[in-house]
């Protein structure tokens, strides 16, 4: 699954997926996008991975590729801790008295 669509799927809107990018470039690179254009002497705007090397889109793609990784295993525990939450699924008054009796007769 892209980055992207892994950030959509779990409700980055906006800004949000800017404010991402830039936490991993500032990983990566000690700064956010808008420092990385200055320093490479670039306009606002340009986009920041078409003057990147082959090494630097490497490195975006791994920690962009961990972080999808990372998010949907994260995701997929708190699921599965709300499913243990809400218990076993009830059973009706009878099939309980129905039960008891024989745990009672052993």
């Not at 809107?13 to 320093?39: N, S, V």
């Not at 791994?62 to 599965?80: C, F, G, M, S, V």
Request: contains cysteine.
């Amino acid at each position: 699954m892209a980055y992207t669509s892994t950030l959509r799927d779990h409700e980055v809107k906006g800004r949000g997926y800017m404010e991402c990018t830039d936490e991993a470039y500032r990983k990566l690179f000690d700064a956010p996008a808008w420092q990385l254009r200055q320093r490479r002497n670039l306009p606002k705007g340009t986009n920041l991975r078409d003057k990147m090397d082959i090494v630097e889109l490497s490195a975006i793609k791994l920690t962009e590729a961990l972080a999808t990784q990372r998010i949907t295993k994260i995701r997929a525990k708190i699921r599965n801790a709300r499913k243990l939450r809400a218990g076993p699924p009830r059973m009706s008054g009878s099939l309980l008295t129905v039960r008891c009796r024989i745990d009672r007769s052993v």
